[in-house]
């Protein structure tokens, strides 16, 4: 009997934060028309310092005696990565992607993802994009989630597709090709 009153308990707490989380929603785009801005922008990830380029990713932890790397298992990254309107890493600073990506497949192909664009340039000065997602890094061209945002991209939604333009396996440097697709108030 007490099983049953735990469930029931449980439920209902359940249907209470959907309603509102669901409340709070439509609050937040009451009298707002939905609107989708597309944006393409680079991302320079750079793990070895050059004359050029300061270092903006570092690894944090790893499988236990092994190289801790990229393409191995169980490595963790942390990155505050220039986001630019070319590939050229001195054209104009759009913001920063503040993030982390962890290696999670055995045989080292995919990354998981979780990233914030912190925008500074003057249209979107202070909004942020967060992403998340499966990165299958060695595929040509890979799709992950927008799932939130703020500012001017309030309860963003949409996609994002990644294509890797520059990459240097045995410095760990790489630029991103990111296509934008974010549907919000």
Known sequence: MA????VSRV???SISVLLAAAAIGSDASRGQKLKKTEMTF???DWETP???ENVTNIIIAGKPQTKWYILTFGSLFAYDDAITTTIDRKSTEL????GIYVNTA???SDLHILVSFLFTNK???GSTIEIQGADRLLQPTREVSVVSGTGKFRLARGW???ETVFLDIPQSNAILRWNLTVFHY
């Open 3 to 6: 099983s049953l009153f735990s």
């Open 11 to 13: 439920a209902l707490v």
């Open 42 to 44: 680079y991302m320079h």
């Open 50 to 52: 050059t004359k050029e």
């Open 95 to 98: 913001g920063r992607a503040h």
């Open 106 to 108: 055995l045989d080292g």
């Open 123 to 125: 249209a979107y000065n």
């Open 160 to 162: 994002a597709s990644i």
